[in-house]
Nanobody, 118 residues
Framework: QVQLVESGGGLVQAGGSLRLSCAAS????????MGWYRQAPGQQRELVAM???????MYADSVKGRFTISRDNAKNTVDLQMISLRPKDTAVYYC????????????WGQGTQVTVSS
């Protein structure tokens, strides 16, 4: 089992920035992928960004150039730096863990709310 705990959500005005953090604990493979999904009201959950333990990344087209994912393998943490936020970025953001970059998540955090006001 892997436990994921997110922090850093909140309310921000359009154009502002937020940084989300996630700490993982439990039975963590040394080689895996971690990242972020989000779910807006009335929408399905969607991938935001993922990163492997080797540093390979993938981003949703809607966040490319605005969001940056990073991780600290020694601390088992993954961060998401978000800039130029838009009202459409409003969602619950979930930290996820999986085996490979393009695999569906196998573990989910409890989620953290990000609200971007116009």
């Amino acid at each position: 089992q892997v436990q994921l705990v997110e922090s850093g959500g909140g309310l921000v005005q359009a154009g502002g920035s937020l940084r989300l953090s996630c700490a993982a604990s439990g039975s963590i493979f040394s080689s895996n992928a971690m990242g972020w999904y989000r779910q807006a009201p009335g929408q399905q959950r969607e991938l935001v960004a993922m990163i492997t333990s080797g540093g390979n990344t993938m981003y949703a087209d809607s966040v490319k150039g605005r969001f940056t994912i990073s991780r600290d393998n020694a601390k088992n943490t993954v961060d998401l730096q978000m800039i130029s936020l838009r009202p459409k970025d409003t969602a619950v953001y979930y930290c996820v863990e999986t085996r490979f970059l393009d695999y569906p998540p196998r573990y989910w955090g409890q989620g953290t709310q990000v609200t971007v006001s116009s």
